[in-house]
């Protein structure tokens, strides 16, 4: 899966490829990289060359918060998907009242309800995608409306998962 990468204003290309073994390849700007990738809880384990970097990811895709030893950056992860919807005027997350799929996947946890009040950045939505959890938050705070999501059942990307009622 092709991503456009955005941190701290610079923007690179990086492809993702799970090979038949089960690793993980990957390009950057189209150049293949000796990269071991493993996930950890709360992000992965990067082996690049001979350096090894232990990565802690959180947020949603347009707004993911990094975290390497010391050093700390936000940063804008947008697959091929998502870049055309963009291009096509939609906005992700359905402008601030939907929860959508960032990428395929497969739903591993429902973590609300119809009804439950949720404050804006609450886990709602645990999907599986690439070996990887991602928890999805609440765009706003507010009222869950409605819960399309079930879980164990795939996603596509861009798939409506949660609505919700603005608080107020």
């Known amino acids: 899966m092709k991503y456009r990468v955005t941190i701290e204003g610079e923007e690179r ?6 090979l038949p073994d089960g690793r993980v390849g990957v390009a950057l700007d189209g150049e293949p990289q000796d990269v071991d990738v493993v996930r950890v809880p709360g992000g992965l384990s990067l082996r690049i060359g001979a350096r090894v970097i232990d990565l802690a ?5 347009d ?11 936000g940063a804008e992860v947008l697959s091929e998907r998502m870049r055309a919807r ?3 005027g939609a906005t992700l997350g359905g402008g601030g009242t939907e929860l959508r799929a960032p990428m ?10 119809a009804g439950q009040a949720v404050a804006h950045g609450a886990p709602c939505v645990v999907i599986e995608a690439m070996k990887m959890e991602n928890e999805l938050r ?13 879980e164990g059942s795939s996603v596509e990307g861009g798939a409506l998962l949660v609505r919700f009622v603005p608080a107020g």
């Open 13 to 18: 290309d990086v492809d993702v490829t799970i």
């Open 57 to 61: 990811i959180g947020g949603p895709p």
């Open 63 to 73: 707004a993911v918060q990094l975290a390497a030893g010391e050093r700390r950056a």
């Open 86 to 88: 963009r291009r096509g």
């Open 104 to 113: 395929p996947g497969r739903v591993v946890k429902v973590l609300v309800t």
């Open 138 to 150: 609440a765009p706003i705070g507010g009222e869950v409306a409605e819960v399309l999501a079930s």
